[in-house]
């Protein structure tokens, strides 16, 4: 197998957090509606859905899926116009299993990276943005086949860039805290090829 081209789709939800409320952020403005301010800082926590496009990946699963929890951290920066740029880091992780001609298959990969986001206001509870995400890919794979007397293994690093846009919309302001946000995103991603060779996983006294 090797580490290829990858379909990514993101459904996440995520808190803005705000580190303290700044002069001229009371809710409750004389005359208007009040519009919850923005908060700086982000967490999401989501589920990344990919499709493999590689043959190598039979394997591990009975489909082109591989799943994946995704926990990303933003700070955001105003430009005091609609545009609004923000950085970050993104963790992945997820696995995959399958029985493959009697032995059981196993695919773990991680995923650590930047985020750089281009965010633009449609109205103040919703945005459009793009992503760029350039990032480091780790990976390890195995099968336990019941007729080899110890496990085949081998791990890969690679290196990995995904490009994503999406929709990100306000479901619920917690005061001048946080506010609650979902997000969905989709976009394509690729991963340096890298082959999987397995090798029997010996003890040091049989090397």
Same mark, same amino acid.
């Given at each position: 197998m090797t580490t290829a081209d990858r379909l990514p789709f &993101?459904?996440?939800?995520?808190? #803005? $957090?705000?580190?303290?409320?700044? +002069? *001229?952020?009371?809710?409750?403005a004389l005359g208007a509606?009040?519009?919850? @301010? &923005?908060?700086?800082?982000?967490?999401?926590? !989501?589920l990344r859905t990919?499709? =493999?496009? /590689?043959?190598?990946?039979? @394997?591990?699963? /009975?489909?082109? %899926?591989f799943q994946q929890l995704a926990v990303t951290a933003m700070r955001?920066?105003?430009? *005091? !116009? +609609? =545009? +609004?740029?923000?950085? !970050?880091l993104v963790l992945e992780n997820g696995g995959s299993d399958d029985d493959a001609r009697g032995a059981r298959a196993h $695919?773990?990969?991680? +995923?650590? #990276? &930047?985020?750089i986001d *281009?965010?633009? %206001? $449609?109205?103040?509870?919703?945005? $459009? =943005?793009?992503?760029?995400? @350039?990032g480091l890919l780790h990976g390890q794979a195995s099968l336990d086949d019941p007729s080899a007397p110890?496990?085949?293994?081998?791990?890969l690093d690679a290196l990995s860039l995904d490009g994503s846009g999406g929709l990100a919309v306000r479901l619920v302001s917690l005061g001048t805290r946080a506010t609650v946000w979902a997000l969905g995103e989709g976009g394509y !991603?690729?991963?340096?090829r890298r082959p999987l060779e397995l090798e029997p996983q010996l003890g040091a006294a049989d090397r």
């Open positions: &993101v459904v996440a939800l995520f808190a #803005a $957090l705000a580190p303290g409320v700044a +002069r *001229g952020e009371s809710p409750f509606i009040a519009t919850p @301010p &923005v908060h700086p800082w982000e967490l999401a926590l !989501g990919a499709s =493999f496009h /590689d043959a190598g990946y039979q @394997p591990f699963a /009975d489909t082109q %899926e955001s920066f105003s430009t *005091g !116009g +609609r =545009f +609004r740029p923000a950085v !970050g $695919l773990s990969l991680a +995923r650590f #990276a &930047v985020a *281009g965010r633009y %206001e $449609l109205v103040p509870a919703a945005y $459009l =943005f793009v992503r760029a995400s @350039p110890v496990p085949l293994a081998t791990r !991603g690729w991963a340096s």
